[in-house]
């Protein structure tokens, strides 16, 4: 099987979590954009979705699923979305498509967070991935250069990228996140740091991993 034939096999096997007649929370990414697909073969099921990036509101709209705003909700039974990286706690990097920041509103939000990816994003330590962080522009080189002070890290700027929120992404390599929840305390609080893509205090309560034997299902 491809990786994206893996990807569309855990986009369908999530629709298992959506719970009838609840608001969805949705994610980001090429997996999520199959599980998007799937849902709206059961729209009429769901009252609508929250979406964590414009990207993903434009494709549920397109697919007739009404999109709240985060504002209007008070609690979501799940939020199902994919990661770049996943470790054996369920702790997550993610970012790789610049939505981190909304997708940890939209994760805040939820009871569950139902991880979906193919195997391979499974490591066990994070860090081998970039680690994306979004950040406010004029604190960019300045974060840059406490990552290699505090990490030993190289940030690099992601060229040519503007957030959903007229921000910037920092990919970070040579980091080994073996306390991902300790790190994810300590680097959001450096100033000009929006969003830092290790979810390990919304980390994921079910991963549904696309193999080539067919769904394997870790819960945490
Ligand atoms: O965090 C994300 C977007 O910001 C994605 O969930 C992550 O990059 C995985 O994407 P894909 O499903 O395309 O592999």
Redesign the pocket.
């Known amino acids: 099987m491809t990786q994206d034939e893996l ?1 569309a096999l855990v986009g369908q096997a999530a629709l298992a979590y959506v719970v009838p007649g609840s608001i969805v929370g949705v ?6 954009n199959h599980f998007i697909d799937a849902l709206a073969t059961v729209r009429d099921t769901i009252r609508g979705a929250v979406s964590s990036s414009v990207k993903s509101t434009e494709r549920l709209l397109a697919l007739g699923i009404p999109v709240l705003q985060a504002e209007e909700v008070d609690s979501l039974p799940v939020y199902i ?4 990286e996943i470790d054996a706690r369920g702790c997550m990097i ?7 920041t909304r ?1 940890k509103i939209v994760a805040d939000l939820a009871e569950r967070f139902i991880c979906i ?1 193919d195997e391979s994003k499974l490591v066990p330590v994070l860090g081998r991935f970039p680690l994306p962080v979004e950040v406010i522009p004029m604190a960019a080189t300045q974060i840059a250069r406490r990552f290699a002070k505090a990490y030993g890290a190289q940030a690099v700027l992601r060229a040519g990228v503007v957030t959903d929120n007229g921000n910037h992404i920092l990919d970070v390599s040579g980091l080994s996140i073996t306390d991902p929840l300790a790190m994810e305390a300590e680097t959001s609080g450096w100033p000009g740091v929006v969003t830092v893509g290790i979810f390990a205090r919304h980390r994921a309560s079910v991963c549904l991993l696309g193999t080539a034997d067919g769904v394997r299902t870790i819960a945490y």
């Open positions: 990807k994610g980001t990414g090429s997996t999520v979305d994919g990661a770049d993610k970012g790789g498509g610049a939505a981190l997708e990816a």
